[in-house]
């Protein structure tokens, strides 16, 4: 049985070595083993000391109550307890503990010094809590005195939101009935009022799990819901926010780690989420909720209820809204407007609701789990067809139209549902407008793929043709034309593939663009004619037509700015298409001649997609604004911005980046900041190439201008994601020249970089065999060089890095060894232990040094004589090394050279290693 004693022991060195796990090991072991009360205060006054220097305040503090507990003068367990409540923010008791050492130990003048300092922080802590009390109540009581003047309201408005944002104000909110009197500003029906009440609770609500609980008890997710629920777009986006702000601090996504302090004690919140879930699902098909409010809950579903990671197994929260809303959604998603009995809706409803519905049967796990999706969605629209009822067959179909727009596979299958095909013709041929927008826009979404588009080609072209031809509404027209331009299409780019007769997809397309320019048209029916143009500019002479006429360029991107974000898909699918910026198959030759001689399809390029087509194009995009417009959209709301939305505009930017004389232009409208939340969010080739296009403009643009204030440090984990070995070699060069001119600006961008673990990838791309590539990264790291980690790697024994850079100095190519100089220039300049390794990495040291120093390059030959005179100056032998060569003579020959500006740097350095030669005594001035 181990000795008590004997591990007090151990416990005692291993903290005097600093080795506090171990030392907390020893003394945990020896209390188990002690039974005698004295020893054992000893054991837990020694484990606070340990939990101290670990941080962990919390069990500091109950460590030393337990030795004080065995004797109540013990004056180190009381200091230590002391410093542990100090940390804790319990400012009083650590005073006590400190009043008592004093009273013990009244000379003792760190005990004198402690007390001073606590009474000042306790005085000031007071003086701040009292002062913000009386605030708090002043703001309260000019908010709710109706004979208040509006701008003092405004700014008591104010006011409380910023406090509620604070942790320390919305404490002293909570604690002095905040939520009562907040709740009484809501009850005021003001919509200012209501506002500054909402924002103020998403303050007090963020970051902290036990205020949240007691925000959604005490107001109730039901009045939460109601307020969301009015008719106002403002207070519906800020209770969104409030409900966000609350899961957020349940789920705990807004976590900050706080070293030494514990989580409030909060019941499992499983239930209270669910209950969330639930009213904003009963919200969806509620009449008395506005469309915003509608917007709202679908947006709150989207960001909470799928898993943001697919390799999580947890997907219990979307089988619950399957289980328990779904058919809630699907309603939602069946809604025709302009109906008498439909929901109210905002033009985003419908689309947000489809996203919806792909993300949860995406977030299914196995094929069970979505056999009953499928089941449900089946039950819902067969029990919604009736021979004797039209409304209900119309918002059966619409409700298919919904799911194609989500979960296509899925909305195939129903489509192949006994009577849904039926339904749509039957539609198609009514006398009722409603009922023929329906079917038609149904076909649409219907024909998405090259085969499903060749089952309707045989069957609802001559329909898409009769309705086109026959009818004389334009809202049905375009929708109809629209289906033909799906329709014609399907081929994709492959010039061989056309579906329609030679000119026909430019007559579609000039019906487009006027309609698309016809202001007397509604937002809705002109949406449409984007529509038809994505589809259609897949043949480039649509492309080169439309970039020419620019009052239809103008057209389509002030509609991508308006309210109704369902058409920036249409819009990105268009720009993609006439910026040739989707994925083409690289044509081998030899693959060629193969598939000829089998007889088999060969894909033909039209004319005008090459090359210098697509510049053309993309000039007159510039020149028309479509950077303006791009930057509207990326700012959109993020349900409505999916991440196929996202990747579409990325291919665009980088379309756009390809001259790097357009760059100036991307920038001054904004296109460097818009790029960076495509570089950080969506699909991971979405991600990739926008941050190819940011790598492009830091490359050639003054980051500091492209990207300003704090938006330059979120560049950087992008540009390093491009440093891989799946990435191509273009985008490797990129983002090292990106870096380069980032690593140039700051030390605080310099720690950044380095901080995204991106030193051992640029140091393999410094052994990469390509010229371009070596000479980025040699110049990166010559920038990081300034920064004391990477002079700590350099310096460290057990690695080549050294070695390399010197070898790189021995190269022919002189931007490659101005670079290599460069950074060993650095290195010697800060580190003297660097100067000795010079010498130990290769025998050729002092023959790549001469070259430096005698090298045509003015820069090359600077940075060279900089190296001799940092290791003449490091150590006298290895000055005596260096005098002893050839280099004395080179010295001496540019040191008695004349004055010259040019060439004055290089001269001055080279006197100053004479200088310091002089001084070791190697050398004497001739008299």
Known sequence: MEDPIQLKEEGNKYFQASDYDNAIQSYTTAIKL??????????????????????????AASDASKAIDVNAADIKALYRRSQALEKLGKLDQAFKDVQRCATIEPKNKTFQETLRRLNMEISEKLHIQFSTDSRVQKMFDILLDESSDKEKIEKAANNLIVLGREDAGAERIFQNNGVNLLLQLIETKKPEMILAAVRTLSGMCSGHRARATAVLHLIGIDKICRIMALNHEDIALATCNLLQSILDSLTGEDKKEVRGKEDALVLDTTKDIRLIITHLLDMLVSKSVSGHGRDEALHLLNKNVPRKDLRSPDN???????????????????????????????????????VLLNKLYDDLRCDPERDDYRKICEEYITGKFDPHDMDKNLHAIQTVSGLLQGPFDLGSKLLGLQGVMEMM????????????????????????KLARASFIISNGVDLLKDIYKKTKNEKIKIRALVGLCKLGSAGGSDYSLRQFAEGSTEKLAKQCRKWLCNPNLD??????????????????????????????????????????????????????NCTNSYDVKEVVPEMVQLAKFSKQHVPEEHPKDKKDFV??????????????????????????????????????????????????????????????????????????????ALAKIAAVSNPEIAFPGERIYEVIR?????????????????????????????????????????????????????????????????????????????????????????????????????????????????????CHKVTTVTTQWLEILLRLCLHENMEVQHRGLVIAYNLINADKELAKT??????LEIMTIIGKAENNKDRQHIIDIARECLSKAMDYGFIKPIS
């Open 34 to 59: 002690t039974k005698d009360k004295k020893a054992l205060a000893v054991l837990y006054r020694n484990r606070s000391a340990c939990y101290l220097k670990k941080e962990n305040y919390v069990q």
């Open 316 to 354: 219990s929260r979307t089988l619950f809204v399957v289980d328990h809303g779904l058919k809630k959604i699907l309603k939602v998603a069946g809604q025709v407007q302009d109906t008498p009995d439909c929901l109210p809706l905002t033009d985003n409803t419908c689309f947000t609701t489809s």
């Open 425 to 448: 013709v039957a539609l198609c041929g009514s006398d009722r407008e409603i009922d023929q927008l329906v079917a038609v826009e149904a076909l649409i979404y219907a024909s998405t």
């Open 523 to 576: 937002v809705r029916t002109r949406k449409w004619a984007v529509e038809g143009l994505a589809y259609l500019t897949v043949d480039a002479d649509v492309k080169d037509d439309f970039v020419e006429d620019e009052t239809a360029l103008q057209a389509m991107f002030e509609l991508a700015k308006t309210t109704d974000k369902t058409i920036l898909y249409a819009v990105a699918n268009t720009l993609v």
């Open 615 to 692: 510049l053309k194009r993309v000039k007159r995009l510039l020149k028309a604004g479509v950077i303006s417009a791009l930057t509207c959209m990326v700012k959109a709301d993020s349900a409505i911005l999916t991440d196929q939305t996202k990747e579409l505009l990325a291919r665009v930017f980088l379309a756009l980046c390809e001259d790097s004389k357009d760059r100036g232009t991307i920038v001054a409208h904004g296109g460097g900041k818009a790029l960076i939340p495509l570089a950080l969010e969506g699909s991971s080739t979405g991600k990739i190439k926008a941050a190819h």
């Open 718 to 834: 992008p540009l390093i994601s491009l440093l891989d070995t799946e990435r191509d070699g273009l985008q490797n060069y990129e983002a090292l020249l990106g870096l380069t001119n980032l690593s140039a600006l700051s030390d605080k961008l310099r720690k950044k970089i380095i901080k995204e673990n991106s030193l051992p990838e640029i140091e393999n791309y410094m052994f990469e065999q390509h010229d371009q590539i070596r000479l980025a990264a040699t110049e990166c790291m010559c920038n990081l060089a300034i920064s004391k980690e990477v002079q700590d790697r350099f310096a460290a024994e057990g690695n080549d890095r050294l070695k390399l850079v010197v070898l790189l100095c021995s190269e022919d190519d002189p931007p490659l060894q101005r670079a290599a100089a460069g950074t060993l220039a650095i290195l010697t300049t800060a580190q003297k232990s660097v």
């Open 882 to 887: 260096l005098i002893e060569s050839e280099l």
